[in-house]
T-cell receptor, first 112, second 111 residues
Framework: QKEVEQNSGPLSVPEGAIASLNCTYSDRGSQSFFWYRQYSGKSPELIMSIYSNGDKEDGRFTAQLNKASQYVSLLIRDSQPSDSATYLCAGGGGNQGGKLIFGQGTELSVKP | DTGVSQDPRHKITKRGQNVTFRCDPISEHNRLYWYRQTLGQGPEFLTYFQNEAQLEKSRLLSDRFSAERPKGSFSTLEIQRTEQGDSAMYLC?????????FGEGSRLTVL
């Protein structure tokens, strides 16, 4: 079992729709979770961090964390073609110590 | 620009040669990380430093790989006797608070 798992996609949504990206993790001690966006040929860019159960909103982005279910999600409202990228989920703390463990990423395509 | 800087951005080498990558972190960050990423995969942890101390190194990392951060500022990642399987993007990131900020990466192609 991978430590952080994501569906690789691709996930395709129409412009203006809500995109829902999901991630599960195996280390119950993980304390911090991050979502990164990576455009093709570029490096990962941090878009959200979440540390507590519940929702955290930042503009069109909402991160959700459920530690009991070991589940993290990212919702993108009013999706735009410029949101088309690979979204990486990462977890840290617990057995991971000071490093982050990344999932394989979910490719999102937003169609005009 | 005060972001993470990596050099070179691209490196093409022949199998068996040694290569070295340099990373300059964000100046106030005390942690520096190296990751490797291949096409279609997420970044894979290699090693990280807190100041000049190397705190963790991946068990999967061959002994051909070595990293240093001699003065707690910039870091180098050296790969000796490169193999075609070493072809990847080598990403450096720095942090103070747990959030990692990545450089643009160094792409290695081993022929």
């Amino acid at each position: 079992q991978k430590e952080v798992e994501q569906n690789s996609g691709p996930l395709s949504v129409p412009e203006g729709a809500i995109a829902s990206l999901n991630c599960t993790y195996s280390d119950r001690g993980s304390q911090s979770f991050f979502w990164y966006r990576q455009y093709s040929g570029k490096s990962p860019e941090l878009i959200m961090s979440i540390y507590s159960n519940g929702d955290k909103e930042d503009g069109r982005f909402t991160a959700q964390l459920n530690k009991a279910s070991q589940y993290v999600s990212l919702l993108i409202r009013d999706s735009q073609p410029s949101d088309s990228a690979t979204y990486l989920c990462a977890g840290g703390g617990g057995n991971q110590g000071g490093k982050l463990i990344f999932g394989q990423g979910t490719e999102l395509s937003v169609k005009p | 620009d005060t972001g993470v800087s990596q050099d070179p951005r691209h490196k093409i080498t022949k199998r068996g040669q040694n290569v070295t990558f340099r990373c300059d972190p964000i100046s106030e960050h005390n942690r520096l990380y190296w990751y490797r990423q291949t096409l279609g995969q997420g970044p894979e942890f290699l090693t990280y430093f807190q100041n000049e101390a190397q705190l963790e190194k991946s068990r999967l990392l061959s002994d051909r790989f070595s990293a240093e951060r001699p003065k707690g500022s910039f870091s180098t990642l050296e790969i000796q006797r490169t193999e075609q399987g070493d072809s990847a993007m080598y990403l450096c990131a720095s942090s103070n608070t747990g959030e990692l900020f990545f450089g643009e990466g160094s792409r290695l192609t081993v022929l």
